[in-house]
């Protein structure tokens, strides 16, 4: 049986799919027609958070059983019509949480103390001591928005920093607050009270735009938004206003409603956001842990276990 690799794997990863003795076929990222070409005799295509595995691909797959994603969203896959042709879908649910909780720490840290600015401001041979005036995280309200995985992790090094914790999240876990000494509230009440607030939910029809125009203004105006999970859960032409009108201090973003960020985009204009490519899971325990969960995943439904 083949397995077509569509997305960077770990070395490890593709080791246990030959040691199972499975052919693997390896095309990084192919764009939609080499990949319908490439899925006519494959058995499992491989994926990251791309190429798309659309109605198209799967009809262009007769002998596709399994969908894997190395990696948590589900958003690249077509998933309700892969089931309905009864393919499996797989992931690494947990294999990340620890890297995006950690980049999105690195990323509050940035924004507060203006880390980015700074450099920038040193390359262009500018001393602006003056205008790097940040504030400390120790005693701030931290607003975890999805207390999940991530949500949890982020919440647990907030604590250890000396944060005050909120959450909110639709299914309140009062034990796993309770660890990260954190307590649930609307997420109105979070927004007004939050000196950061951090995003943590995966993208559905109801968490789409869910960080808005009216839910920016209810933010303070010294208060940053942080998101690392997925691009639409923010408005972004809201959130372009709220920054350049000081509706909020700042934001760090690791993802965008489109991506690559185009290179002429309002918010590459602006000095007190920060912003990363989309490297939330960009760590090398976090692919290993990735690759080896869902090449796992795969040999165990291509075998029948």
């Known amino acids: ?34 990949l319908k070409e490439l899925v006519k005799d494959v058995s499992a295509i491989i994926v990251r958070s791309k190429p798309k595995v659309t109605k198209e691909i799967i009809d262009a797959a007769p002998s596709l ?29 947990a294999a990340s949480s620890r890297s995006v909780a950690e980049l999105a720490i690195a990323l509050i840290f940035s924004v507060a103390r203006k880390v980015a600015f ?17 504030f400390e995280l120790e005693g701030k309200t931290l607003g975890v928005v999805g207390f999940g995985r991530i949500g949890y992790n982020v919440a647990k090094i907030a604590k250890a920093i000396g944060m005050e914790v909120l959450l909110y999240d639709v299914m309140k ?19 007004r009270n939050s000196d950061v607030v951090t995003i943590h939910v995966p993208l559905l029809e109801s968490t789409y735009h ?3 125009e009216e839910k920016l203004k209810l933010m303070k105006p010294t208060a940053i938004l942080i998101n690392t999970s997925r691009g639409p859960i923010v408005d972004t032409n809201a959130l372009v206003k709220a920054l350049q009108e000081g509706w909020i201090a700042g934001a760090g973003l690791d ?51």
């Not at 960077?8 to 246990?16: D, M, R, S, T, V």
């Not at 059983?65 to 649910?93: F, H, M, Q, T, W």
């Not at 876990?173 to 009440?189: I, P, Q, S, T, Y």
């Open 255 to 305: 993802v965008f409603e489109e991506e690559p960020l185009p290179k002429d985009h309002p918010l590459t204009k602006l000095d007190n956001v920060v912003l990363t490519p989309h490297i939330g899971a960009s760590t090398v325990e976090a692919q290993e842990r990735a690759g080896i969960e869902v090449a796992e995943k795969v040999v165990k439904i291509l075998k029948g276990e």
């Open 1 to 34: 049986m083949k397995v077509l690799v569509a997305a960077p794997l770990h070395e490890k990863a593709i080791e246990i799919l030959k040691n199972a003795g499975l052919e693997v076929v390896y095309e990084e990222y192919p764009d939609q027609e080499k």
């Open 65 to 93: 059983k399994v969908i894997a994603r190395a990696g948590v969203g589900l958003d690249n896959i077509d998933v309700e019509y892969a089931k309905s042709k009864g393919i499996e879908i797989v992931n690494a649910p």
């Open 118 to 134: 700074a450099d920038r401001k040193i390359r262009e041979g500018v001393w602006a001591k003056k205008q790097c005036m940040g």
């Open 210 to 212: 869910l960080i808005n």
């Open 173 to 191: 876990n009062d034990e796993r607050a309770k660890e990260v000494g954190g307590r649930f509230v609307e997420l109105e009440e979070l927004l």
